[in-house]
């Protein structure tokens, strides 16, 4: 058994935040705690757990997990749990690499050799999706997502999603695989309307259809279209989740491994979605560490069917040069051949990160704020 010396975070471009923990014997692993648009806040919940848990036994994944969960008394939601998954990414990387192991053999091992993975087309206000999908064929994707929408009003004209429509039959004429994310923009006057639009054209799945705490209304609209249902980057954890399962109103989980407090907990929560039958596809439009994390429990999940992956999204070449693989060794680790992404045999997550790039980046990187969208009327819409 071996302590933990210190944890370090460094905010890096485009606008992810890294964790690295440090124990005694001199050994490091790397997690991801990325909450986007709200890299101060998590910071602050790091520094306030970095206080209780330097010192504490490195090997005891699920005791600090715990212990950060219970002893706060308030737990929960996205800053807490996003704190809480880069300490938790970190210390399996760590243990795995002491071990000489890859993650997923401390997981049970694989059940799979390679998985399947798709990229973002499109951006904020989707447009000239043919020649971005032709891009990712090239690139050796065959699944892609993009935003159903841009911002729509609460009630607006059915006319406003001809585009969303016409888009997706695109995409899918150049023989894509397309799920569309809805972003949670979408109010229910809507998002009836554009999921029952769309069912003629077979989309992998609809995202968010309805912002997540709409839970009755989502209940509604799984009755109403034969379209998969996905929803879950904005549930934190397995209780979060609970009421989607016993619903029944859900086909595909999307938890994200930096928001819902890192790969023990992720795990769990796909444990609760096999007893349901519903699929398990990681949300993860963010950094290679994230990536990683996932891959590793994907790896070991019987009823995972897909893998996000945030390789030239538009949050990144928005943000400048840095990319997926940008603060890697090695980012063929990473590589796409027909749709899918080979396992990783490395220790512990399986990359290796460039420490030096990460700590200039971090010099200077500053926060990422959201995007911000109106109505002609001046109205705040969802982004």
Same mark, same amino acid.
């Given at each position: 058994?071996? /302590?933990?010396?210190?944890?370090?975070?460094? &905010?890096?471009?485009?606008?992810?935040? @890294?964790? %690295?923990?440090?124990?005694?014997?001199?050994?490091? =692993?790397?997690?991801?705690?990325?909450?986007?648009?709200?890299?101060? !806040?998590?910071?602050?919940?790091? +520094?306030?757990? #970095?206080?209780?848990?330097?010192?504490?036994?490195?090997?005891?994944?699920?005791?600090?997990?715990?212990?950060?969960? &219970?002893?706060?008394?308030?737990?929960?939601?996205?800053?807490?749990?996003?704190? #809480?998954? =880069?300490?938790?990414?970190?210390?399996?990387?760590?243990?795995?690499? *002491?071990?000489?192991?890859?993650?997923?053999?401390?997981?049970? =091992?694989?059940?799979?050799?390679?998985?399947?993975?798709?990229?973002?087309?499109?951006?904020?206000?989707?447009?000239?999706?043919?020649?971005?999908?032709?891009?990712?064929? !090239?690139?050796?994707?065959?699944? #892609?997502?993009? +935003?159903?929408?841009?911002?729509?009003?609460?009630?607006?004209?059915?006319?406003?999603?001809?585009?969303?429509?016409?888009?997706?039959?695109?995409? /899918?004429?150049?023989?894509?695989?397309?799920?569309?994310?809805?972003?949670? *923009?979408?109010?229910?006057?809507?998002?009836?309307?554009? !999921?029952?639009?769309?069912?003629?054209?077979?989309?992998?799945?609809?995202?968010?259809?309805?912002?997540?705490?709409?839970?009755?209304?989502?209940?509604?609209?799984?009755?109403?279209?034969?379209?998969?249902?996905?929803?879950?980057?904005?549930?934190?954890?397995?209780?979060?989740? %609970? /009421?989607?399962?016993?619903?029944?109103?859900?086909?595909?989980?999307?938890?994200?491994?930096?928001?819902?407090?890192?790969?023990?907990? #992720? &795990?769990?929560?796909?444990?609760?979605?096999?007893?349901?039958? $519903?699929?398990?596809?990681?949300?993860?439009?963010?950094?290679?560490?994230?990536?990683?994390?996932?891959?590793?429990?994907?790896?070991?999940?019987?009823?995972?069917?897909?893998?996000?992956?945030?390789?030239?999204?538009?949050? +990144?070449?928005? !943000? =400048?040069?840095?990319?997926?693989?940008?603060?890697?060794?090695?980012?063929?680790? @990473?590589?796409?051949?027909?749709?899918? $992404? %080979?396992?990783?045999?490395?220790?512990?997550?399986?990359?290796?990160?460039?420490?030096?790039?990460?700590? &200039?980046?971090? +010099?200077?990187?500053?926060?990422?704020?959201?995007?911000?969208?109106?109505?002609?009327?001046?109205?705040?819409?969802?982004?």
């Amino acid at each position: 058994m071996v /302590k933990i010396k210190s944890i370090e975070y460094f &905010r890096v471009r485009p606008r992810w935040l @890294f964790v %690295k923990i440090e124990d005694v014997e001199g050994h490091s =692993g790397w997690g991801e705690a990325t909450l986007e648009g709200h890299t101060e !806040a998590v910071e602050g919940t790091l +520094n306030a757990l #970095i206080k209780r848990f330097v010192g504490y036994e490195a090997d005891d994944i699920e005791h600090l997990w715990q212990t950060a969960w &219970r002893l706060g008394f308030y737990r929960g939601g996205p800053v807490l749990m996003s704190a #809480i998954s =880069g300490i938790d990414i970190a210390l399996w990387d760590l243990k795995a690499r *002491r071990l000489g192991v890859p993650v997923y053999q401390l997981l049970g =091992g694989k059940v799979r050799n390679k998985l399947a993975v798709y990229a973002w087309i499109g951006g904020d206000r989707p447009q000239d999706v043919a020649a971005m999908a032709q891009a990712r064929l !090239a690139q050796g994707f065959k699944t #892609i997502k993009m +935003n159903a929408t841009a911002d729509v009003d609460w009630l607006d004209s059915p006319s406003a999603l001809d585009s969303s429509v016409e888009r997706l039959r695109t995409v /899918k004429e150049l023989g894509l695989e397309a799920a569309l994310d809805f972003h949670g *923009r979408l109010h229910k006057p809507m998002a009836k309307q554009l !999921a029952k639009a769309l069912e003629p054209y077979k989309p992998l799945f609809i995202e968010e259809p309805l912002l997540s705490e709409h839970s009755e209304g989502i209940k509604q609209l799984s009755g109403l279209t034969t379209c998969p249902i996905a929803l879950g980057e904005r549930l934190y954890s397995r209780w979060d989740v %609970k /009421k989607f399962l016993h619903d029944a109103s859900v086909d595909v989980l999307q938890p994200d491994i930096s928001h819902v407090g890192g790969i023990s907990e #992720i &795990r769990k929560i796909a444990s609760m979605a096999e007893a349901y039958d $519903v699929a398990i596809a990681p949300h993860c439009p963010l950094g290679p560490i994230a990536l990683a994390a996932s891959m590793q429990v994907a790896l070991t999940t019987p009823n995972f069917v897909i893998q996000e992956m945030s390789l030239g999204i538009h949050y +990144n070449t928005e !943000a =400048g040069e840095h990319d997926l693989i940008s603060y890697l060794k090695d980012g063929s680790v @990473f590589d796409v051949q027909d749709g899918y $992404v %080979k396992a990783l045999t490395g220790i512990g997550l399986g990359i290796e990160i460039d420490e030096a790039v990460v700590r &200039r980046v971090a +010099n200077d990187a500053p926060p990422w704020l959201p995007k911000e969208f109106y109505g002609v009327d001046g109205g705040i819409r969802e982004w």
